[in-house]
């Protein structure tokens, strides 16, 4: 397939890439300027809405990973602003570019995130929940709503709504010092659910994704165990080797992280991948501690 990536430099975009290549499909990485496009690259600047539609018509996928980090550093109003105008602004511009294209991309697959169910505590979510509340439950909906205007152009549009990624970078790298420094525990209470899925089910649901002619709509891409912060840290604690005992009072991260620390760690998810089980989605990972140790390894 010829497939349109943007965010190909991010935790799940450099390691899609070579999948995607080495499973035989035609990659365009989409990049910004001043860097001049080398082989396999197309240039745009999606906070100016540029985005040749050239680039896209034709192509049997466009894969939008775009966004910044929600896990760097506390949420100002500056960096809040950032999340929000980072994603719509390149989701934005991607749809513009297809409605414009003569031949549109078959399929988009726009990432999304698990944070669309806000604080739910102990209740089940599935993709046909409603949206939660809060700055992320906020971003999710504007996000999925932007790209959702593509499907109007006779493209397949799958929401991604990613759990936790564990994978050899991000939450996963910044929790390793202090669990190998025995300094690690469950945060809070450790009874909020925290839904994750292994890097290489993201890979997976995208190469099933791109395989499937039919569905559309939100996938919850979450491993089926369920999983609670205690949990969490106990497996991590033990394929470490180290104690995870030492727990983070709320009142703790809330302090270090303000709001950063309330929706990504004291939140609770018990989010289920209804669709992909529904569609028969087979999980690489689909235990904790194998998703680690792979990570790790």
Known sequence: MKIIISGASGLVGSALVPDLEKNGHAVTRLIRPPRRPARGEASWQPEKGDLEPSVLDGA???????????????????????LRQSRLDATNTIVAAISACERP?????????????GNRKDEILDESSKPGTGFLADLARD?????????????????????????DGGALKKMLLPFKLGLGGPIGSG??????????????????????STGSGPLNVVA???????????????????????????????????????ALLLASQRVKPRALEEMEYVFENPTLELAIRNALA
């Open 224 to 262: 089926p165990q369920e999983t609670r912060c205690s949990d969490f840290t106990q497996t991590l604690g033990s394929v470490l080797g180290r104690p995870a005992f030492l727990p983070m009072p709320a009142f703790a991260a809330r302090l270090a992280l303000g709001e950063m620390g309330d």
């Open 60 to 82: 049997d996928a466009v894969i939008n990973l775009n966004g910044r980090s929600i896990g760097e550093g506390r949420w100002t109003d500056e960096i809040k602003k950032e």
């Open 105 to 117: 991309p078959a399929l988009l697959i726009n990432a999304s995130a698990v944070g669309y169910y």
């Open 191 to 212: 009874r909020q659910f925290w839904p994750w899925v292994g890097l290489a089910d993201v890979l997976g649901v995208v190469r099933f994704a791109l395989d499937k």
């Open 143 to 167: 996000w999925e709503q932007a790209a959702l205007a593509a499907a109007s152009n006779a493209t397949r549009v799958v929401l991604m709504r990613l759990g936790m990624v564990v994978a």
